[in-house]
C-alpha cells in the first residue's frame, strides 16, 4: 500500500482538530486526480444510508435481512470513536455485541480457527439488534452498571462503573447455555493506513510473550485468519487484534454491521435456525462489489491523523516524563521506525494481560479472555472535539482518561499503582500530556 502510505504520511500535517473532514483530508492528500476520487467515492459509501433491497438506489441496496446500523458513519461518528448508550433509552447504535461459545468439537473448533471463537448456534459470533420488513431482529442488549470505589494515595477518592451485559427480547429462542458476551465500542480510525504500513517484523520485535526479561510485560501477536490469503497471519486491527487488514475489516463491519455481502464475505450471516431470513431479497451477489469495497477502504485507511498540541508546555512535558516513569510506555511503545515522524501511535499493537477487571471472558483467536491489544493513543485528547464525548475502553466504561488508568490492572498494574500514587500535580500533567496526543 505504497500509495496509501504516502497519502496517510501527507495527512499527518493536517490541522489539529479537524479529522473528521473529509474536504481537509482531500486538500491535503498528495496524490493523483483518481485517488482524490476513489478517496470521495469510498467516503460517500461511508456515509450515506444503505437501503433495504429491491430500491431504486441499486448501488446501495442489500441492507439486513438482520442488522445492527445502516451505515459506516453511523458507529464511527466523525470516524472517530464510538461509545455506549449514554442514557437508559439510548440504543447500541456504536457499540456491537459479539457472541461465542467454548469450542469443543471438532465442528467448533473449525469454526474457531477461521472466526475466532465458535459461533452461537442460533445466533452466530454477532449480535444484530434489527431486522427489516417486519423481520424481528435478534433481541436488545442492555448495560446496567454496578459501582466501585477507590481512592488515591492523597486521599482523594474516585467512582469507576463496571457495565453489566445482558440480551432482552431474544427472538429466535434461547441463547447457548455457555454463551460468551463482548461488547465492543467502534474504534477511532484514523492513522490506520500507517499501522498497515508497518513491518510485521517490527510489531513482532516487542513481542515478549514468556516475560523472558522479568519486567512483568509479556505482549504477544495474535495470530488470525486472513480471507483472502486462505491461511493465519498476524493480527493487527481491533480491540484484540482479531482483524489482520483494513479490507477485511472493513467487510467484517459491512457483513456483521449492515447485513452487506462481498466477495470476503458472500453469505448472509443468517444462521439455519432465521429461516425466514433467508428468504428475503438481496441486493445482488455481492451487494458491494470489490471496485467499491476497495474505494472505501482506500477512504478509510487514509483517514489522517491530528497534529500534537502543546509539545512545549512544561506541564506536557512533566506528564510526558509521568507517562514513561509510571511503566506506561511498556505498552504504549512511542515509537516505530517504520514511521519517522510525529505523531507516533504509543502502541505495540500486540496483546497483553489487562487483568479480571477489564476481561470479557471470551477468547478471540491467540487472545484470551482477559488479553487486549494495546489501542493507539494518537489523536486521544480530541476525542470530544471529534466525536463528543469522552469514554474509552473497548466498551466504553471509562467516563474519561483517568478512569481508564484507574481500569488497568494484570500486566498493567504497577503502572496503575503508579497513577494511584500520584498527586493532584502530578495526575493533571499525565493527563495533560494524554490529551495532547
Given at each position: 500500500m505504497h500509495s496509501t502510505l504516502a497519502i496517510a504520511l501527507a495527512n499527518l500535517l493536517a490541522l489539529p482538530g479537524l479529522a473528521n473532514s473529509d474536504e481537509r483530508s482531500l486538500s491535503v492528500v498528495e496524490g493523483?486526480?483518481?485517488?482524490?476520487?476513489?478517496?470521495?467515492?469510498?467516503?460517500?459509501?461511508?456515509?450515506?444510508?444503505?437501503?433495504?433491497?429491491?430500491?431504486?438506489?441499486?448501488?446501495?441496496?442489500?441492507?439486513?435481512?438482520?442488522?445492527?446500523?445502516?451505515?459506516?458513519?453511523?458507529?464511527?461518528?466523525?470516524?472517530?470513536?464510538?461509545?455506549?448508550?449514554?442514557?437508559?433509552?439510548?440504543?447500541?447504535?456504536?457499540?456491537?455485541?459479539?457472541?461465542?461459545?467454548?469450542?469443543?468439537?471438532?465442528?467448533?473448533?473449525?469454526?474457531?480457527?477461521?472466526?475466532?471463537?465458535a459461533p452461537?448456534?442460533?445466533?452466530?459470533?454477532?449480535?444484530?439488534?434489527?431486522?427489516?420488513?417486519g423481520l424481528p431482529g435478534e433481541g436488545t442488549p442492555r448495560f446496567t452498571y454496578s459501582e466501585i470505589n477507590g481512592q488515591f494515595k492523597d486521599g482523594e477518592h474516585y467512582t469507576l462503573q463496571?457495565?453489566?451485559?445482558?440480551v432482552e427480547n431474544l427472538h429466535y429462542g434461547a441463547l447457548a447455555h455457555d454463551i460468551q458476551f463482548s461488547a465492543r465500542v467502534a474504534p477511532p480510525l484514523p492513522g490506520m493506513g500507517l499501522l498497515e504500513s508497518i513491518p510485521e517484523a517490527e510489531i513482532l520485535a516487542n513481542a515478549d510473550p514468556d516475560d523472558t526479561n522479568g519486567d512483568g510485560i509479556s505482549g504477544k501477536a495474535n495470530q488470525v485468519w486472513d480471507?483472502?490469503?486462505?491461511?493465519?497471519?498476524?493480527?493487527?486491527?481491533?480491540?484484540?487484534?482479531?482483524?489482520?487488514?483494513?479490507?477485511q475489516q472493513s467487510a467484517d463491519a459491512f457483513h456483521n454491521d449492515m447485513g452487506i455481502t462481498s466477495?470476503?464475505?458472500p453469505e448472509q450471516p443468517c444462521s439455519a435456525a432465521q429461516t425466514d431470513c433467508h428468504t428475503l431479497p438481496d441486493g445482488g451477489k455481492p451487494e458491494i462489489p470489490d471496485d467499491l469495497l476497495e474505494k472505501v477502504v482506500f477512504h478509510v485507511a487514509n483517514q489522517s491523523v491530528p497534529a500534537r498540541r502543546e509539545v512545549d508546555d512544561p506541564t506536557v512535558i512533566q506528564g510526558q516524563k509521568l507517562f514513561q516513569q509510571a511503566g506506561c510506555a511498556a505498552c504504549h511503545v512511542a515509537r516505530f521506525a517504520a514511521l519517522n515522524q510525529q505523531p507516533q501511535p504509543y502502541s505495540d499493537l500486540l496483546l497483553h494481560d489487562m487483568g479480571a477487571g477489564l476481561?470479557?471472558?471470551?477468547?478471540?483467536?491467540?487472545?484470551?479472555?482477559?488479553?487486549?491489544?494495546?489501542?493507539?493513543?494518537?489523536?486521544?485528547?480530541?476525542?470530544?472535539?471529534?466525536?463528543?464525548?469522552?469514554?474509552?475502553?473497548?466498551?466504553?466504561r471509562a467516563r474519561n482518561l483517568l478512569e481508564a488508568i484507574l481500569w488497568h490492572g494484570g500486566e498493567s498494574s504497577q503502572a496503575q499503582q503508579s497513577v494511584l500514587a500520584m498527586n493532584t500535580t502530578e495526575r493533571k500533567a499525565l493527563l495533560r500530556f494524554l490529551n495532547s496526543l
Open positions: 493523483n486526480a483518481q485517488q482524490h476520487e476513489d478517496f470521495a467515492i469510498g467516503g460517500a459509501f461511508f456515509q450515506q444510508p444503505w437501503v433495504i433491497a429491491p430500491a431504486s438506489t441499486t448501488a446501495r441496496d442489500g441492507l439486513g435481512p438482520l442488522f445492527k446500523a445502516n451505515s459506516c458513519i453511523t458507529c464511527h461518528v466523525g470516524h472517530g470513536r464510538g461509545h455506549p448508550p449514554l442514557t437508559d433509552t439510548e440504543p447500541f447504535l456504536s457499540t456491537l455485541v459479539k457472541l461465542g461459545i467454548p469450542a469443543h468439537t471438532t465442528e467448533q473448533q473449525a469454526q474457531a480457527q477461521t472466526l475466532g471463537v452461537d448456534p442460533t445466533y452466530g459470533d454477532h449480535l444484530q439488534p434489527l431486522g427489516i420488513k463496571k457495565p453489566i451485559l445482558t480471507i483472502a490469503q486462505q491461511q493465519t497471519v498476524l493480527g493487527r486491527f481491533s480491540w484484540k487484534a482479531n482483524q489482520p487488514s483494513i479490507r466477495s470476503l464475505f476481561a470479557d471472558n471470551r477468547p478471540e483467536f491467540s487472545a484470551s479472555g482477559s488479553e487486549w491489544r494495546t489501542p493507539p493513543l494518537w489523536g486521544i485528547g480530541l476525542t470530544e472535539t471529534i466525536s463528543g464525548h469522552t469514554r474509552f475502553l473497548h466498551d466504553g
